[in-house]
Each structure stands twice: as C-alpha cells, then as structure tokens.
C-alpha cells in the first residue's frame, strides 16, 4: 500500500543527546493521524524533519511519493507547495497585517496577479470561518482562537494536500478548540487533506484522529487506533487516556 506519509528507522541526536531511536510510522491517504507524548519527547521535531526543516541523523522519510532525504533542493520547494505546516505557536510575522501573513506563501511559491493573490486569501478567510475585514488587523489585535485559524489559513493557502498541525487546539478555551476540531474535520472532507497533527488536547484526539502513534523514550510505543492505544499500558498511556477509559 503506498502511503502518503512512511517514514522508517529514524534517528535524531542534539549533540549526544538521542531525541527518536528508530522511530517508524506511516500515515494513510485521507487520514488524520496524530502524534502523542509527553513534553520533550521529539513530537515538534519530527514534524520539522517532516516538512524539512530539519535532517534525522538516520532512516528514511518518504513523503507524497519523494524520498525527502535524497531529494534536491528544487523538489524540496516542489514539495513545500503540496503541505502546509501549522507551528507550534502560530508563529505568525507580527509586522505583517493577517492578509498578508496569508499572502505570504502565495507571493514566495507562486507568480498570481495580485487581484489573484487577494481573491485567494478572501476565500482562505472564509473557509477558516473569518471575516473579509479580519484581513487588515495584525497578529497583536486577535484573539488566540483567530491566530490558530490564521495560521490555518497561512498553512491552506497553497491549497496542499497534507496538513501538519503541531499542538493546533493548545492555549484555546474548550470552546474555541472544539470550533477548530470541527473545522478541522470539515475541510478535511471539502479539501480531501491528509493531516498529520501533534496534540496533547484527548478531547480533540478522541474527536478528530483516526488512527495515532505514541512516541516515549525515544520510541514509538504503539501505533493504532484509539483502542489499541488504551489497551495499551505504559506509565504515560495510562496517565494520558485515563480521562478517555473513564468515559468509553
Ligand atoms: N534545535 C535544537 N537544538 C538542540 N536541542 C533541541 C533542538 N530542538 C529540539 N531540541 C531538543 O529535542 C527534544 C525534543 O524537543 P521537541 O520540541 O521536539 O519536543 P516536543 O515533544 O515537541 O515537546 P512539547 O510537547 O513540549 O512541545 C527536547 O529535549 C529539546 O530540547
Ligand atoms: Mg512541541
């Protein structure tokens, strides 16, 4: 079966500092596939070796058909156009209005008119459930829930085929990241996105992923279902998903 995410063996190292040892994974077409562990555990750094940010000392990473290891720079840039990478915080450019943060990848990767540029970031406004007028304010004047569907919006604009979401629903109120769950869930079905998504809200786990992997001690412990992750029994598995076992 070809996946749109297999990536096998992978080892990363800080200095002498071993982050994954062998950490295998493969992720389906259409799926939304989540990545859980605790705080230091490598989550936001296999992502960023996802999107080629960062190189694994080892293994092999396989991606929407390319071997991103072995790849050259141009399909690198080929390959940036087909995902979007929602950061840990946002990271939105606080000196750029929402529009243009938006605006952003569209001007670096593609030659649109701007009467092109500004229609497209219009509709990536409204699929993420924001307003026209939205576009003119800065990051420092909206709320959380509105920088993480920015953010959202920045990471659709090149209308990719696989999303990378680390900790999307982090720092929202229960409200806000059930809204953005939903979201989630929509357009994955109106854009037919694949979504690899770091978290560490069970509530929007429970609700979204189809399948996740549990990554401690450097290894991923098990890779399945929400099922076969609860019968699963390690410290931090048991800890995690009590909430989960407690309402099944
Ligand atoms: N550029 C870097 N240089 C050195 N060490 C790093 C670097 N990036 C990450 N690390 C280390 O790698 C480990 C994993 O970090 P990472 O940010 O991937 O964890 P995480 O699982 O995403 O944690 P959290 O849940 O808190 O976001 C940490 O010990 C971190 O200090
Ligand atoms: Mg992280």
Known sequence: MDYIV?????????GTTVVHDKISLHVKSGEIYAIVGPSGCGKSTLLRELVALHKPVSGSINILGYNLLNASYKQIQELRKQ?????????????????????????????????????MVAYKLDLVGLKDSDGSLFPSEISGGMVKKVALARALALEPRLLFLDEPTSGLDPISAREFDRLLLRLREFLSLSVVMVSHDLHSIRLTADRLAVIDDKHIVVQGSLDDIVNTHTPFINAFFDAYKDKR
């Open 6 to 14: 297999d990536i096998k063996d992978i080892v990363t190292k800080f």
């Open 83 to 119: 995902w979007g990478f929602l950061f840990q915080n946002g990271a939105l450019f606080s000196s750029l209005s929402i529009y243009d943060n938006i605006a952003l990848p569209l001007m670096e990767y593609t030659d649109l008119s701007s009467k092109f540029i500004s229609k």
